[in-house]
């Protein structure tokens, strides 16, 4: 049941009879009985429709619309757009361009151009550039919805400093006060990398491995605190290669925009945890593991034992200075007096070793190899005579500590034992830059060499196989008899007849070396012969003559 219209009553009589004078231009609403005023200037809401001066019909009135500060009135000329509406409407348009080449979805555009409106509302615009401003805020409704679009791809797209976008970004985030921006997942990148590196029908079984390793790397911590562009470039590597494809670290910078160097950090920190142990099958397979130290954690307890190990053996040499110094003051043995500086540190090495004082290894080993850099003279007499008389369990002590750390090349004039003469190879020859330290940290151990091998190997892997696809090639060709393909090359000159069998066949056999090279200058000659065309100037059968030995050309 509907609601009784509420009737229209004056205010002065409560008459409800009222008069509308429709002549003048105020439309008056007056009482009959009192002559009371109730409305003037009436608004009317309908729709008015007038014509124009060529005779078209236009709407009267004015629109403001809900986005509008003020009234737009029909033919524009008579109210233009304020410069903050021109602003805005224009960075809409710039908007959808940009959305449109990187393929962005058009509500991404326009919760995009709303934050375009309130970065000019802020006047965040003034004194910057509005392309930075307009992808700032693409980026910023992007990582809202959590798509794979990049800072750098609206840095490739629009040719501008990614460095200079990421201030603008970093300045937007503060001045906009946005708070609840979510962190990028690198999960978000690995189906974006994949289909640029073209795994054809087995692009979702690398991407379902590259995911599972991004899981895998969060959960051992390598995610937190790295960008999310190279913890996706490695898993698409290491899924890659787990798939059987051959991708390169350079075809993974270019697509993933992250340093090369950066890509193989990722891989040596998953490598070092327990997912980064197993095999592909047991990787698949396994569904929970244990997850792993920081990378972080790991790297500082390393750094606390080099520490410490460098403390203990500061420790050690501070006991040995003052061991040095107590036996320089006041010596147990006479005969320490007579000994020079070099004998004495030596002698006071033998007595530590004897009185079970705690030494390191690496203490020995220095001492050691200062003793060994001495002269063969002064060597020969303080290594094996020493200068006073020791029992025989000082002495089969002090010779199972010297067979433990003594050299196994040493030069051919030092005195030598029959086992360590054994072990010593005669086809070595040692020279002056034997002993030179420089010299020796330059050589590469035989564990560097494999490594420097494989990288070289990898890096002119496409190269080697052309190559060697070429010369299958011109085997194949010889065989056959096929020279077409070699003579492609040489379209522009006269085809001409080869030297006739029976002609090349006169010449008689050519002798050539182990290595394939002609034994002679005949031999050289006739191979030249038999592998040129005939030519018209050439009296071929003088040049028998000369060939068959008359001339004795050997």
């Known amino acids: 049941m509907s609601r009784p219209r509420k009737e229209r009553k004056c205010k002065n009589c409560q008459h409800t009879q009222f008069d509308i004078n429709r002549y003048t231009a105020a439309q008056d609403v007056t009482c009959i009985r009192c002559g009371t005023v109730l409305e003037e200037n009436p608004i009317v809401s309908e729709v008015q429709f007038g014509e124009s001066s060529s005779g078209a019909a236009i709407l009267q009135g004015a629109m403001v619309g809900a986005d509008q500060s003020r009234a737009t009135y029909a033919g524009g000329r008579q109210n233009p757009l304020d410069s903050k509406e021109q602003t805005l409407s224009t960075g809409k348009r710039r908007i959808k361009k940009i959305a449109a080449s990187l393929k962005i979805p058009d509500y991404i555009a326009d919760a995009a151009a709303e934050w375009f409106r309130l970065a000019l509302t802020l006047n965040f615009v003034q004194g910057r550039r509005s392309h930075n401003v307009l992808a700032t805020c693409l980026y910023v409704a992007c990582r809202k919805e959590r798509t794979h679009h990049m800072l750098i791809d609206f840095s490739s797209r629009l040719q501008i400093s990614v460095y200079s976008l990421g201030a603008t970004f970093l300045k937007m985030v503060k001045a906009l006060h946005i708070t609840s921006l979510p962190l990028a997942d690198p999960s978000l990148f690995i189906q974006h990398f994949v289909e640029k590196l073209d795994f054809k029908d087995k692009a979702t079984k690398v991407a379902k491995d590259a995911v599972k390793l991004a899981h895998r790397m969060a959960a051992d911590w390598i995610h937190e605190g790295r960008r999310p562009a190279g913890i996706a470039g490695a898993c698409v590597l290491l899924a890659a290669r787990m798939n059987n494809f051959r991708r390169s670290h350079a075809e993974i910078v270019a697509v993933s925009h992250v340093g090369e160097e950066t890509l193989q950090r990722r891989l040596n920190e998953f490598k070092r945890t327990k997912a980064g142990q197993l095999s592909i099958k047991s990787f698949r397979e396994v569904e929970h593991l244990e997850s792993s130290n920081p990378p972080s954690f790991e ?74 850099k001495m002269k063969k003279t002064s060597l020969e007499n303080s290594l094996y005579k020493t200068p006073y008389e020791l029992s025989n369990s000082e002495e089969s002590d002090l010779d199972k500590i010297w067979n433990m750390n003594r050299p196994r090349n040493l030069v051919k004039n030092l005195p030598k034992t029959d086992d360590i003469l054994q072990k010593v190879s005669s086809e070595i020859e040692l020279n002056s830059d034997d002993d030179d330290d420089v010299v020796l940290e330059s050589k590469l151990t035989e564990e560097e060499v494999a490594i420097k091998e494989r990288i070289w190997t990898g890096l002119n892997h496409d190269y080697m196989v052309e190559q060697e696809k070429k010369r299958l090639k011109m085997e194949a060709d010889e065989l056959t008899g096929n020279t077409s393909s070699a003579s492609n090359g040489n379209r522009r000159k006269k085809n001409k007849s080869s030297l006739p069998p029976e002609l090349r066949n006169d010449f008689g056999d050519i002798e050539l070396d182990e290595d394939g090279t002609p034994r002679s200058a005949a031999d050289s000659a006739k191979r030249y012969i038999a592998k040129t065309s005939v030519s018209k100037k050439i009296n071929y059968d003088s040049l028998k003559g000369l060939l068959g030995g008359g001339m004795g050309l050997n």
């Open 299 to 372: 790297k500082n307890r390393a750094m606390e034992l080099k520490i410490a190990r460098k403390l203990q053996q500061q420790q050690q040499q501070d006991k040995f200075e003052d061991l040095t110094k107590i036996t320089e003051s006041d010596p147990e043995d006479p005969s320490l007096k007579k000994l020079d500086k070099d004998e004495l540190q030596k002698q006071i090495l033998l007595n530590t070793i004897l009185s079970d004082i705690t030494i390191t290894t690496d203490t020995l080993n220095e001492q050691m190899d200062r003793i060994l």
